[in-house]
């Protein structure tokens, strides 16, 4: 995706700071692809935004997160640099362009040296399974569906071991280019399972895990439920998982969750924002 | 829509209870149509039983409840005839072929005299209110966006004046060929509202209608929600309830709310089912 320089903001342009809520299911991801026909939630926004603004071609974006194909957000923060004129109600304009797939639940005037991305201290994603012997037709979108039974203890247990400051190669998908040697280190503030409380469901259980980081590499939240899911059937523990950190590799962590049952519940800045 | 002949099963043939759940979004409701193009719940399932058990044409079937174009269904309950001689697991194969936007929860034969309609003493409806200034995306297909502040009491109070038995005919679509002088009398046993307590939506309140009668006329539900939902806008109050019930038409009821924040919860039977 083509991005805005960072921080620095170009003369005659002001930043603004959008809070965008979507459903990623027909959407090939947040970021922007090479070829404009894929169907991207950042491409949709960049083309909102340039009819919206009077711009001569689509604006770059920099989000917080930049969710995969199928991945959904109720919180997404995004920055984009528009020339200084433009004042009109951003949030609204935008969001009758692209409702009901994405809407922009806030857009202001950014405080300065505001970057989406840069400036994010903390993100905090939720995973949603739904453990039951059927499917569940009003859930298929956005929660994984699996049949045998899960027990939420060592599912717990095992996320406790996520918590702290660990190299999380071996729960991540390499960057392009990066050397398999390399750590990667990120600090995860939070992981936590629970029941969700919502009665609209009927002949299973939805299972909720709640993670907060300070950043996440790339598949990291879909490999953490993946490892999860398998302590819940009994095929692995706490000390399994501090194994496979250990192991710095990916090659023994399991399958990974599907994306539809992500998504990016906030983003919080220690900057006013 | 072709049905099964009451409580009557011909000889040769063993009358089996399904426990449905289904999102309705993509049908043009549960009865099928003279043209078989159309996409219907009933239609759907017809053909998959009629695979299934290997029937020479898709069996008629009788529901519980007949939900219109874009209403789901948590627990719809059908009955349906099939050869004696089938003992597969048809909840199973059915759940196969048509998940997910259909997924049969439980099927088993039915207690004798069972009637998936006419044994029904019970149904319970929910209905869906995002009240909030922005729509949700990942609520888009179950709640009805409502932009103005509602308040929740006086729905409530209003609610109130629905409980008992009535004359429901300013409420109701008229049956085809019925006398507009005729009453349409249904006993509801519970109406009420109350904010959902979904950790998982941010930037609004959802709201919950839930409503149990005996039974219910076309479209009763949405048009109770039309008159609840000026209520809560301060447009109507429990008089004005009572007023229009009084009426006996439907000349001074509201918009009817929107098929797809409706969905059936529930069907109640008294005898073992």
Chains 1, 2 share one sequence.
């Not at 503030?189 to 629970?194: K, N, V």
């Not at 000390?239 to 049952?261: E, I």
Request: charged share 20%; proline share 9%.
């Amino acid at each position: 995706m083509a991005e805005a320089g960072g921080a620095a903001v170009l003369p005659g342009t002001r930043r603004w700071r959008l809070l965008v809520a979507y459903d990623g299911s027909g959407f090939r991801g947040f970021a922007t692809q090479a070829d404009p026909g894929v169907p991207t939630v950042g491409g949709a926004l960049a083309g909102a935004l340039a009819r919206t603004a009077r711009l001569p071609e689509p604006p770059p974006l920099v989000c917080a997160g930049r969710t995969d194909a199928g991945v959904h957000a109720m919180g997404q923060v995004v920055h984009v640099d528009l020339p200084e004129g433009y004042d009109g109600d951003l949030a609204r304009a935008l969001t009758r362009q692209l409702a009901p797939a994405v809407v922009v639940r806030e857009a202001a005037p950014a405080p300065p040296g505001f970057d989406a991305r840069r400036s994010a201290t903390r993100r905090h994603y939720r995973y949603h399974v739904w453990n039951a012997p059927a499917p569940y037709p009003l859930l298929s979108a956005t929660a994984w569906h699996v049949a045998a039974p899960l027990d939420l203890r060592p599912m717990a247990a095992a996320a406790d071991a996520l918590i702290g400051e660990r190299d999380f190669r071996a729960l991540c998908r390499r960057p392009p280019g990066a050397d398999a040697a390399h750590p990667i280190v990120r600090r995860v503030l939070d992981a936590r399972w629970r029941e969700a409380p919502d009665e609209d469901v009927r002949g299973g259980r939805l299972l909720r895990f709640d993670v907060v980081a300070t950043a996440f590499c790339h598949q990291m939240v879909r490999s953490m439920v993946g490892v999860l899911v398998q302590a819940g059937k009994g095929r692995a523990n706490a000390a399994t998982v501090v194994g496979l950190l250990g192991s710095g590799s990916r090659a023994g962590a399991p399958q990974l969750a599907p994306p539809h049952g992500l998504c990016l519940v906030d983003v919080g800045y220690d900057q006013p924002s």
